[in-house]
């Protein structure tokens, strides 16, 4: 089963089960993939381009947090922080620190040595499994920037 579809199921199910935060959530997700798919002309999405929403909607509930934690607004960073904790469902499991140390020594031992070029190849190499902040703290600690 797709990622799509799981999320398609589970929107049914909480729509019967009447989780108001959940459905709304879900819905929103839903109509983000089904605009991918339209722009890509097809039915259904591959996962690895439903993840890529997924990530888009998290950092975008993320980056409200923020906003709304400086601005004194309790009320809507919960709203936020139940939705991001409902993304994070749909995210693969993030890398540990030694395994992300391990990636960021081996792309520097390939003799890559520009702090753009090594972020590029180890998110690429992570996979979408590693937070952007914390890999580029990595790799500016083993080149000592």
Same mark, same amino acid.
């Given at each position: 089963?797709?990622?799509?579809?799981? %999320?398609?199921? #589970? *929107? %049914?199910? @909480?729509?019967? =089960?009447?989780?108001?935060?959940?459905?709304?959530?879900? $819905?929103? &997700?839903?109509? =983000?993939?089904?605009? *991918?798919? %339209?722009?890509?002309? %097809?039915?259904? *999405?591959?996962?690895?381009?439903?993840?890529?929403?997924? #990530?888009?909607?998290?950092? #975008? $509930?993320?980056?409200?947090?923020?906003?709304?934690?400086? @601005?004194? $607004?309790?009320?809507?960073?919960?709203?936020?922080?139940?939705? @991001?904790?409902?993304?994070?469902?749909?995210?693969? =499991?993030?890398?540990?620190?030694?395994?992300?140390?391990?990636?960021?020594?081996?792309?520097?031992?390939?003799?890559?040595?520009?702090?753009? &070029?090594?972020?590029?190849?180890?998110? @690429? $190499?992570?996979?979408?499994?590693?937070?952007?902040?914390?890999?580029?703290?990595?790799? #500016?600690?083993?080149?000592?920037?």
């Amino acid at each position: 089963m797709s990622l799509q579809q799981d %999320i398609e199921k #589970k *929107l %049914i199910v @909480a729509l019967k =089960a009447k989780q108001e935060v959940e459905v709304s959530t879900l $819905r929103m &997700l839903k109509s =983000a993939l089904k605009n *991918l798919a %339209i722009d890509k002309k %097809i039915d259904v *999405l591959e996962d690895e381009d439903a993840l890529s929403i997924v #990530k888009q909607e998290l950092k #975008k $509930r993320k980056d409200s947090m923020e906003s709304f934690r400086t @601005a004194g $607004r309790d009320d809507l960073l919960a709203i936020e922080e139940a939705e @991001a904790k409902i993304l994070e469902e749909y995210m693969p =499991a993030m890398l540990g620190e030694e395994e992300l140390d391990k990636i960021v020594d081996d792309v520097i031992s390939e003799g890559y040595d520009n702090f753009g &070029l090594i972020m590029k190849e180890v998110m @690429a $190499r992570s996979k979408g499994q590693a937070d952007g902040k914390m890999v580029q703290e990595k790799v #500016k600690q083993k080149m000592n920037l």
